[in-house]
């Protein structure tokens, strides 16, 4: 996959992660185009084979030790793949939709984080099968999130926090409760 970023990402150094709409990457070359090979457990796990040559995508460099955060953390590791099921306009601002494969939903609560194609959002409503996000101007802009439209597919990934959370849940809690003292 060949990527030519916006001039303000400057160079990519051979062996730099990089997010590629929300999947991790990794350099093989040095230079200004960002350049990866994508294995088969990527392909089949993404929505990167569906991507068209000049089509647009979500460019995120890693976080630098150090560096402010903004947003929660992201890292590139697809759990799933939904689909854009509706976009409601709601004042200045957009309601999207996506649906949330079954084996995800359980990571994915109102007022947490999820990542819809690398991009860090705020859950605000969760539905049996889907959930909703609310979209404000300069995401939209700034992000893919203005070219798509119902139907489309898009990577997911859980909050890491939930994800571990909810496994560390399982590991301490649960037992002590089937096997009282």
Same mark, same amino acid.
């Given at each position: 996959?060949?990527?030519?970023?916006?001039?303000?990402?400057?160079? *990519?150094?051979?062996? &730099?992660?990089?997010?590629?709409?929300?999947?991790?990457?990794?350099?093989?070359?040095?230079?200004?185009?960002?350049?990866?090979?994508?294995?088969?457990?990527?392909?089949?796990?993404?929505?990167?084979?569906?991507?068209?040559?000049?089509?647009?995508?979500?460019? &995120? /460099?890693?976080?630098?030790?150090?560096?402010?955060?903004?947003?929660? *953390?992201?890292?590139?590791?697809?759990?799933?793949?939904?689909?854009?099921?509706?976009?409601?306009?709601?004042?200045?601002?957009?309601?999207?939709?996506?649906?949330?494969?079954?084996?995800?939903?359980?990571?994915?609560?109102?007022?947490?984080?999820?990542?819809?194609?690398?991009?860090?959002?705020?859950?605000?409503?969760?539905?049996?099968?889907?959930?909703?996000?609310?979209?404000?101007?300069?995401?939209? /802009?700034?992000?893919?999130?203005?070219?798509?439209?119902?139907?489309?597919?898009?990577?997911? &990934?859980?909050?890491?926090?939930?994800?571990?959370?909810?496994?560390?849940?399982?590991?301490?809690? /649960?037992?002590?409760?089937?096997?009282?003292?």
């Amino acid at each position: 996959m060949v990527v030519a970023p916006p001039a303000r990402f400057g160079h *990519f150094r051979r062996g &730099e992660s990089v997010s590629v709409s929300g999947v991790c990457l990794t350099a093989v070359r040095s230079g200004r185009d960002f350049v990866a090979d994508l294995s088969t457990e990527t392909l089949t796990r993404s929505t990167l084979d569906l991507v068209a040559r000049g089509e647009p995508v979500n460019l &995120e /460099r890693a976080l630098v030790w150090g560096d402010r955060l903004s947003g929660h *953390f992201v890292l590139g590791h697809v759990d799933g793949i939904g689909r854009l099921l509706q976009i409601l306009s709601a004042g200045r601002s957009w309601l999207y939709r996506f649906s949330v494969p079954t084996g995800l939903s359980r990571f994915v609560v109102a007022k947490g984080s999820v990542a819809v194609d690398g991009i860090s959002l705020t859950v605000a409503a969760r539905h049996p099968r889907a959930f909703d996000t609310a979209i404000v101007p300069e995401t939209r /802009r700034r992000t893919t999130l203005a070219r798509a439209g119902p139907g489309d597919p898009v990577n997911l &990934e859980a909050d890491v926090f939930a994800r571990y959370g909810r496994r560390g849940w399982r590991r301490r809690v /649960r037992p002590s409760l089937r096997h009282p003292r």
